[in-house]
Each structure stands twice: as C-alpha cells, then as structure tokens.
C-alpha cells in the first residue's frame, strides 16, 4: 500500500511540473478530483508550495459547500485582492 501511495504522489509532482511547465505558453490548468479522503487538499497545497518556489504568483480560492451553487462566488473571492488595473 506504501509504494502505491509513494507512486501516486510521483505521478501528481510529475503532472504539477508538467503544468507549470506549460504555463509560460498559454492558460493551463490541472484537476485534483476524486473521493473524499484520497488527499486531494495535500497535493493541491504541494502544487501551490511547488507554483509559489518556481515564482509564480498563485491565486487560490476553494468554494465552501454553502458556497457551490453561487456560480461567481469563488472567482469573486480568488480576484479580491488583484489589482484592478491587473483586471482591466
């Protein structure tokens, strides 16, 4: 079970490196998506950690399940603190 788990953790720092490799010739994007309990929230705080070291500037919002059907909710949130000439 160990080196399951070991395996799986290589193949989400090979696939945020992979994004962020890309990142410099377009929009990218990467999906933590699964049950309950797999840690999605601990590989999306590792890729943040990861952006955040290579110099990016992350924007992070993560909706509450009040929050899920309020559709700009999250991106009102995520935006808040960018500068509005950033925006424009």
Not at 1 to 15: D, F, P, Q, Y
Not at 17 to 39: C, T, W
Not at 57 to 62: E, G, I, Y
């Amino acid at each position: 079970a160990m080196a399951r788990v070991a395996a799986v953790r290589e193949a989400e720092s090979r696939a945020v490196a992979q994004l962020l490799d890309r990142v410099p010739r377009g929009p990218a994007a990467l999906v933590f998506e699964g049950e309950p309990g797999i840690g999605k929230t601990t590989a999306w705080n590792q890729a943040v950690r990861c952006a955040t070291d290579s110099g990016f500037r992350v924007l992070s919002a993560r909706a509450s399940a009040a929050e899920a059907r309020l559709t700009f909710a999250v991106l009102a949130d995520l935006l808040d603190d960018v500068d509005s000439a950033v925006l424009e």
